[in-house]
Structures are given as structure tokens and as C-alpha cells.
């Protein structure tokens, strides 16, 4: 199934030299994940109080820096000796936070649908939820598609950079929302079947 993370090695590739450069400097993993976190709670609530649909802005450049840590603090605890169960709880934990804090903020788009925008946020979670119990049935974590975190972020994105630029009308962003609400479930399903 086709997903935006196929793309992960060339972005880890592109990170690399960072990477070094910073278990050079002592940054661990666990740090990285963390200020990953607090970024994206931090961003989703000033968005929430500017109650500006120009704040919305800041969702793709914020995703864009967050799927960067997310890349840099798995190298980090990979190739540089970082693993750790704390680790594995910070990682999945701050993924899901981020995830929340990042969807909840279109609430400030008027007319859009909070149900459909609540049922895509919930999908969202069990698509992580999903992954997360290939370990437990004793296989590995699942990443299909084609609504992965990957996905998720670069379909905020989009609607954060072409709401305030287009005045995209809510009826479609509700279109939207159902269909990545179908596709989450989709996911859902290939990551349980993948784990079997």
C-alpha cells in the first residue's frame, strides 16, 4: 500500500550528518522524542487561543520539524546504542499526544464538522493503537498504510497551508475528513491482517 512513509529512508539519509553530529554532542533519543512532544502540544494550543485561521500556518512547518525529530530520535537510539523501554513508552505515547494536539486545532475552521474531525482524530489513535499490538501478538510494530502517521501529516498540512491561503470551502475539508477517516480504518485493517 502506497504511503508517504516509503519515503523515510531517503529522509534518514538526508538527516544523517545532523544525527551524528548530535550523539557527538551527547543528545539522546529520549530528548529528542520529548521536545518533539511538547512542540506539538505547544503549537496546537497557541493555535487553539489565537482562534486565527492564519495561526494554521505554522501546521505544516511544525509537522515538517516534527516528522524530522521523529526520524532523528529513531536513528539516534538505532545506530547509536540509544534503546531503552522508556524509550519505546516515550516514542508511541508522544506520537499519539502529538497527533491530537496537532488534528484538534482545525476545530477553529468554521463549519467544519467537529464529529467527522472527532471521528478522524479517534481512527488516527487506533491506527497507532493497531501497530503498536503486532508487538504483543509477537510480531513487529506495523507502519502500513495508506493512513500511517506519515500520511496523517502531510494531510494536515496541506489543509493548514490552503485554508488560510484559498478560503477552502468546509464542505470539501468535510469530504476530506470522511475519506481519511475510511482510509484510517483501511489502515486499521492492514495493520492487523499484516500482523497475523
Avoid: C
Avoid at 521536545?35 to 511544525?62: C, E, F, H, Q, R
Avoid at 521523529?70 to 499519539?96: P, Y
Amino acid at each position: 500500500m502506497i504511503s508517504v512513509y516509503q519515503l523515510k529512508p531517503k529522509f534518514q539519509q538526508l538527516l544523517r550528518p545532523l544525527v551524528n553530529g548530535l550523539a557527538r554532542k551527547g543528545v539522546t533519543a529520549n530528548e529528542v522524542t520529548v521536545v518533539a512532544m511538547l512542540m506539538s502540544v505547544i503549537t496546537g494550543v497557541a493555535i487553539i487561543i489565537s482562534n486565527s485561521i492564519m495561526a494554521l500556518l505554522a501546521l505544516p512547518v511544525i509537522l515538517l520539524i516534527r516528522m524530522a525529530l521523529n526520524a532523528i530520535d529513531g536513528m539516534l537510539a538505532r545506530e547509536h546504542q540509544q534503546q531503552s523501554k522508556l524509550g519505546a513508552f516515550l516514542n508511541e505515547i508522544g506520537d499519539v499526544i502529538s497527533d491530537l494536539f496537532l488534528i484538534i486545532p482545525l476545530i477553529i475552521i468554521p463549519e467544519l464538522s467537529l464529529w467527522l474531525l472527532a471521528g478522524f482524530a479517534f481512527t488516527a489513535l487506533l491506527t497507532e493503537f493497531s501497530g503498536i499490538l503486532g508487538i504483543m501478538v509477537g510480531t513487529e510494530r506495523q507502519y502500513q498504510g495508506p493512513m500511517g502517521k506519515s500520511d496523517r501529516a502531510l494531510l494536515i498540512g496541506l489543509v493548514g497551508l490552503l485554508v488560510p491561503l484559498v478560503s477552502v470551502p468546509a464542505i470539501y475539508l468535510n469530504v476530506v475528513l470522511v475519506i481519511a477517516t475510511v482510509l484510517s480504518g483501511w489502515t486499521v485493517i492492514n495493520r492487523i491482517r499484516a500482523a497475523l
